[in-house]
Every structure is written in C-alpha cells, then in structure tokens.
C-alpha cells in the first residue's frame, strides 16, 4: 500500500532535550511538507522541500529543523530551541505542490515535560 | 502576504440542516484550491478540489464548493447535513511559483447533533 508513515505516534521528551520525528513515503512524491496542528490554529506550515538535498523554511521554522538526503525521508527535529514544542505533528507529501493533492500521515503526538 | 481565512472556526448544526463554510484567500493569481476534511482520530483527506473550468465543484459525501474569482472565495456547501459530517474541515491553498508551498487555513469545527 501507498502512503505515508510517521513514527512515533506519540512521543515523550524531557525538556532541553532535541527529538526526531520520523516521516516516510512511498508515493514518489517530489514535495514534502511538515505542520503543526495546534487547536484553533489550524496547520502552520514548518518546513517544506520540493527536491532533494533542498527545503525551504516555513512560516514557523524558528526551533526546527529538516533534511532531504532520500525522496522517501524528510525527518523534523525539533531542538531544544523551540519555546513550545508539545504539539500534533503532521507530515505531508504531494507529487506536484500545485496540481495535486496533498497526502498526510496520521501524525505524530509529542509531549514535551 | 499570501494567506488562506476561514471565517467560522466552529459551527453546530443540527442533522438535515444546510451547511456553508466561509474561505477566502489572498492572491492574485491562478490559483488551485483545496478542502480537507479531518474526522475524528483520522487522517486529513482531501473532500474535493478545483483547479480549472466549472467554478462548482463536487466532492465526496455530498460536499460541493463554489469558486468566485472576484470575490477570492472557495465555500464549502452541503444541502444536508449528518452526524458523520461531525469533523474539521480545513481550507488550503498551494502558492505556487518561486515560493511553492500549500497554505491552510484555521479550520472550521463542525459538530452536528443527532
């Protein structure tokens, strides 16, 4: 089956400390996006890539960071950096970021205490 | 700056009641325009799209949506609505050309009582 995966699900991180969200596809798709999704916000786009080896920075990118080493892999880490990080995670990919649809995966929970 | 309103963040409706959501967007260009609809601990699916030719366009599940150029907006209608309709719906817009990326809006929360 086509689509995308996201691990973990939920995720528990001492404050201070850096955590990778992991998210893969395997759709071919040249576009991948990360947003947080926070209640009443809606998603807020963090990073994008449409390429390989190439990401571009979102309208909240202040405290994470990506990389594009694979088409299929477009991991998010977020730093110790990040004032406010417990949040809903939601990776994304499209083949073409104009003419498609996006395609989603069921998102990562994660919790910083 | 490029951005995508939604101008109900929630509605509630009883069932078999008409549904409009409001979405507007700022850009001046061809645009492709998008609604996404989130049930309950499911993953964002994608209800219906618009790219070219007929400004009304028909979804899953009964949904449509009417583009107006001159008015910037996509609205998202259903004639009746059912409890399975309960979701969040979300508004979303791809900025193409040099900044290329998909824009949402807030999202509009619907709950339908039975």
């Known amino acids: 089956d086509g689509g995308i995966t996201q691990s973990p699900k939920y995720l528990f991180r001492k404050e201070g400390q850096n955590v990778t969200l992991s998210c893969e596809q395997n759709l071919n798709h040249d576009a991948m996006y990360w947003y947080r999704q926070d209640p009443g916000q809606g998603l807020r786009l963090i990073y994008y890539?449409?390429?390989?080896?190439?990401?571009q920075k979102g309208d909240i990118a202040e405290g994470y960071s990506v990389s594009r080493e694979k088409k299929e892999s477009f991991p998010l880490t977020v730093t110790s950096a990040q004032k406010n990080p417990t949040a809903f995670y939601l990776c994304a990919s499209s083949g073409d970021t104009g003419n498609t649809e996006a395609f989603f995966g069921q998102g990562t929970r994660l919790t910083v205490v | 700056a490029q951005s995508v309103s939604q101008h109900n963040h929630h509605v509630i409706l009883s069932e078999a009641a008409s549904l409009e959501l409001g979405c507007n967007y700022s850009?001046?260009?061809?645009?492709?325009l998008f609604w996404y609809v989130q049930y309950p601990g499911q993953h964002l699916q994608l209800l219906l799209k618009?790219?070219?030719?007929?400004?009304l366009v028909k979804g899953i599940k009964g949904f449509e949506a009417e583009f107006i150029k001159s008015k910037f907006s996509f609205n998202l209608r259903k004639p009746s609505v059912q409890w399975s309709d309960t979701a969040e719906y979300f508004c979303a817009v791809p900025f193409g050309g040099r900044d290329d990326k998909i824009i949402f809006g807030k999202g509009t929360r619907l709950h339908i009582l039975p």
């Open positions: 618009y790219f070219s030719g007929d400004p």
């Open positions: 890539s449409q390429i390989v080896n190439d990401f």
């Open positions: 850009y001046g260009g061809t645009v492709n």
